[in-house]
C-alpha cells in the first residue's frame, strides 16, 4: 500500500460521492461502493464487477482497502474457534468463535493490547498499542460468521465485545463498528444481539446513556468492595463503585436496559458470602443481572477459581435475594481462547 492512499473505508457515504464526483464517475455509484465494501465485504477494487474497468481503476489510484486477515486458527475439543488476525501494520489481535447448543457467538477484540492492568487477565499484561478502526471491528465480526456457516451451518447470533481491549476506550470506533453490523447496509443484525464489555469506565458509560445505545452493556466487576477492586482492577481507583453504579443508574435511565455484571468467583478472594453480600448490596440498587465466569488460571498470576461448592453457596445467596444468577462455564481452554486468557501467545 502507498503511503498516500487513503482507506475507503474510513469514508462514509456522501464522501464516497463527493470522491466520486470529483473523479467525473455519477454520483449513485457511491451507493454500489458502499454496498461492496460493507454489505458484501470487498477486499479489492476489482470485486466490484458492477462498475466499469477504469472506474476500478480510478478508484485504486486513490484509495486502498485494508481487510483483516486470518494469521492462524485453532479449534478447541469443544469446537470453539480461536483465531489470531492479522491486521495491515502487522499487529495480531484474536477473537474467538463460541458454539453452544443456544448460540453461535463471535467475542471480538477493540483494541491491540489494553491499558487497564486487570490482573487475572491475559491481555492486561501486554501494553496497549492502538485502537482498531471501525472497520478492523466489523472485519473480525464477517470472518467469524463465514466460519461460523462453514465449520457449523448456523449463522452468528450473538456479538460480544470481550476480546482484546476496553471497547469504551476506543469509544468513536466500537460505536461505528455497531452501526455497521446492526445496518441494513452492513449486516443488518439486531442491537440486541450485541454486547459491549466494559471494565468500567463511568465516563464513558455516562456517554452511551446519553447517546441512548441499544447494544447491551456488560460490566467486568469482580469484586463489589472498593478494596479488593482496586487490588484486581486497577481502573477501581479512578471510577470507584460509587462513580460506576451513579454511571450506569444514569445509562439505565436513559435506555431501559438492564446491565449484567461479570462476576469471576476466585478462590479465597471474593467466594465468601460477605462478598456475595456486597455484591448483592451493589447489584439491588441498578436493573441487573449477575453472570458468574469459570475462570482460566493464566500463567501471569495465581488466581484459582473458587471450588464447587462454595460456588454454590455464593449462588443460592444472590438467588435467594432475588438476583438473577448464570453460571457461565468456560470455553475453548484448550486453546487459550477462554475469558480473559487472549494474549497473542502464537
Ligand atoms: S479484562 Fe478487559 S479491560 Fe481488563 S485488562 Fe483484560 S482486556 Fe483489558
Redesign the pocket.
Known sequence: MLPNKIDIRTLNIDQIKEAITAMGEPAFRSKQIFEWLWQKSATDFDMMTNLSLPMREKLKEQFCIRPVTIFKTQISSDRTIKNAFQLHDAHIIEGVLIPTSERMTACISSQVG?S???KF?A??YMDRVRNLDASEIYDQVVLLANQAKENYGIPLSNIVYMG???PLLNYKNTLASVEKITSPQGLGMSPSRITVST?GIAKMIRQLGDDEVKFNLAV?LHAANDIKRNEI?PINETNTLEILSDALLHFYEKTKSRITFEYIVFDNFNDSIEDARELYNFCKKIPSKVNIIEYNPISNADFMNTGVDKLEIFKNFLERKGIIVNIRRSRGKDIDAAC?QLANKQ
Open positions: 489494553c487497564l492492568s486487570c487477565c491481555t492486561g482484546m481491549g476496553e471494565a467486568s482492577m480473559g
